[in-house]
């Protein structure tokens, strides 16, 4: 009798495992999602875009808006700066409040 009860409980658990497989299409994102490492740019491309980063950022200093940028945190509160452009001074206010959601955004003196 209990030779029996452990192979039907055996059947139940392998029944389980083969179910539980993983399905290939139902509800799944595809495997291009994935980056791998290999599939980066190489550094030419990474040197060019250092490049036009560095480009934008003193366009920055020198075209836009300039606001301290005070971010609470254990214990002291942090300051820095944040530069940037906009239509007007509202509109860069609004893009230094996106990138610092939690801090306290005012002009610069």
Do not use: H
């Given at each position: 009798?209990?030779?029996?009860?452990?192979?039907?409980?055996?059947?139940?658990?392998?029944?389980?495992?083969?179910?539980?497989?993983?399905?290939?299409?139902?509800?799944?994102?595809?495997?291009?999602?994935?980056?791998?490492?290999?599939?980066r740019?190489?550094?030419?491309?990474?040197?060019?875009?250092?490049?036009?980063?560095?480009?934008?950022?003193?366009?920055?200093?020198?075209a836009?808006?300039?606001?301290?940028?005070n971010?609470?945190?254990?214990?002291?509160?942090?300051?820095?700066?944040?530069?940037?452009?906009?239509?007007?001074?509202?509109?860069?206010?609004?893009?230094?409040?996106?990138?610092?959601?939690?801090?306290?955004?005012?002009?610069?003196?």
């Amino acid at each position: 009798m209990r030779s029996l009860a452990l192979i039907v409980v055996g059947a139940l658990v392998l029944g389980a495992a083969a179910n539980a497989a993983p399905l290939s299409g139902a509800g799944m994102k595809s495997g291009s999602d994935v980056v791998l490492v290999q599939d980066r740019k190489d550094k030419k491309e990474s040197i060019a875009t250092k490049m036009t980063n560095k480009v934008k950022r003193a366009w920055k200093r020198v075209a836009g808006y300039k606001f301290t940028v005070n971010c609470p945190a254990f214990p002291p509160i942090t300051t820095r700066s944040c530069n940037e452009t906009g239509r007007d001074r509202d509109a860069a206010r609004g893009k230094c409040i996106a990138q610092n959601p939690t801090c306290w955004v005012a002009d610069a003196k």
